[in-house]
Structures are given as structure tokens and as C-alpha cells.
């Protein structure tokens, strides 16, 4: 059964500072990996989708990486800003992407 | 397009009692999910439907649970009896293409259950 686990749960910086977000899964047999935003009270939002033969996706400030074979993701924020804050969610999709598993979630925060 | 679109956004009930949430799925998108998210358990996949049809059930925690999807764009997730570990919020997520595109997902329905 997949396993995801996103480092560190919370985290706090000051505006302007680069990020970085884990994730690793157990499986390393996956379809593809997404990124999802979710802010209080809300649904989530996708960010960036790798499939499982790319290394890595970029929008803005955003790039995600993809290692399978050491089951790591890891989603670089540039340039953070208090518009950043959200809880950050890793997906990892089995059976041809219809099946997501959903790490806990890095809730960040950014200060001004 | 409107989005998915969830009903109600806010249920509390009582202990015993049905509940039934409501999805619309965007137009044109062949797949349905349904997800619970718990503090405890995180998000969790409950049930999708392709075409209508579910396809695998498999994270429906008991029989108190069940889905139907008697259209293309309209979807419903029953409780029945409702138990306040049921309180949650559920989210209903479409998709056109599962392995291609990403899912969109509802504002949610926060259920309590008293």
C-alpha cells in the first residue's frame, strides 16, 4: 500500500525567503505526482502535475521535482510571499493516475 | 465553466440521521471522485465513478456508505445512519482524463454529525 509522507508538517518563514517542500512515497511504481494548494475552508487547487517520466515541472515561482527511484518530490517556492500561505498538498497517483494518494501536507506560512 | 460544485456547503445532523451530499461534476469530465478529509486520516479517497459506473469502492469505510451516479453531472454520497465519527469534510473532485490531467476539486461539504 502507498505511503506518502510530506517534511516538515508546518512551516514559518519571513517574505522573500526561497522553499523548498518534501515529499517521499513508499511505491515508487506511480503514474504520476502532483503538487495541490489548499487554502482554509476551501478546496484544493493543483499547482503542477509530473508524470512519472518527467524530472520536473515549472509554473512561475513554482518548480516540482520528481525522483522515482528514491520515492522523493520535492516543490521549490521562489521568492515567497504572504499570498503563499496555504497548506501544500503531495499526490501520488497509482492505476493509471485514478487512484491518489494524499500526503499530510505542509501548512506554510509567510510572514511580511 | 462554474467548477464542481458541492450541496450543502454546511450539514449538521444528528446521530442516526441520513445525510446526503451533492456533486456536480464539470461538464465533459468522464470521472467522479469522492474524498473524505479528517485531521486524523488526512484526504482520503472514498469512490470513483467512470462514465457513471463505479469502479472501485474500495476506501467506502462501511455499508453506512453509498454512492450513485445516476447522470453525467450529478452524483450523490449517502450516510445511513449518520455516526459522529462521520464529521468530516467531503470533497468531490472530476477529471476528463485521470492520468493526464489533473483533478478538480468542490469547495467541500463540512459535515457534522452530533
Known amino acids: 500500500k502507498q505511503e506518502v509522507t510530506q517534511i516538515p508538517a508546518a512551516l514559518s518563514v519571513p517574505e522573500g525567503e526561497n522553499l523548498v517542500l518534501n515529499c517521499s512515497f513508499t511505491?515508487?511504481?506511480?503514474?504520476?505526482l502532483q503538487w495541490f494548494r489548499q487554502d482554509p475552508g476551501k478546496g484544493l487547487t493543483s499547482l503542477l502535475l509530473?508524470?512519472?517520466?518527467?524530472r520536473e515541472q515549472t509554473s512561475g515561482r513554482l518548480n516540482a521535482s520528481l525522483d522515482k527511484s528514491s520515492g522523493r518530490s520535492t516543490l521549490y517556492i521562489a521568492a515567497s510571499q504572504p499570498g503563499d500561505s496555504a497548506t501544500y498538498l503531495c499526490a501520488v497517483g497509482g492505476n493509471a493516475g485514478n487512484m491518489l494518494t494524499f500526503g499530510g501536507g505542509t501548512r506554510l506560512m509567510v510572514k511580511p | 465553466d462554474a467548477g464542481v460544485i458541492q450541496s450543502p456547503r454546511h450539514e449538521v445532523t444528528e446521530m442516526g440521521q441520513e445525510v446526503t451530499l451533492r456533486c456536480k461534476p464539470i461538464s465533459g469530465h468522464d470521472y467522479l471522485f469522492w474524498y473524505r478529509q479528517t485531521m486524523m486520516r488526512g484526504l482520503e479517497l472514498l469512490i470513483y465513478f467512470n462514465n457513471n459506473v463505479p469502479i472501485d469502492d474500495s476506501g467506502m469505510p462501511e455499508d453506512r456508505f453509498s454512492a450513485k451516479m445516476p447522470n453525467a453531472s450529478f452524483s450523490t454520497l449517502k450516510i445511513q445512519p449518520s455516526e459522529p465519527r462521520d464529521s468530516a469534510v467531503y470533497f468531490c473532485?472530476?477529471?476528463?482524463?485521470?492520468?493526464?490531467?489533473?483533478?478538480?476539486f468542490g469547495p467541500g461539504t463540512r459535515l457534522t454529525v452530533l
Open positions: 473532485a472530476s477529471t476528463p482524463i485521470p492520468g493526464a490531467d489533473t483533478q478538480y
Open positions: 511505491d515508487s511504481a506511480i503514474y504520476n
Open positions: 509530473i508524470q512519472s517520466s518527467q
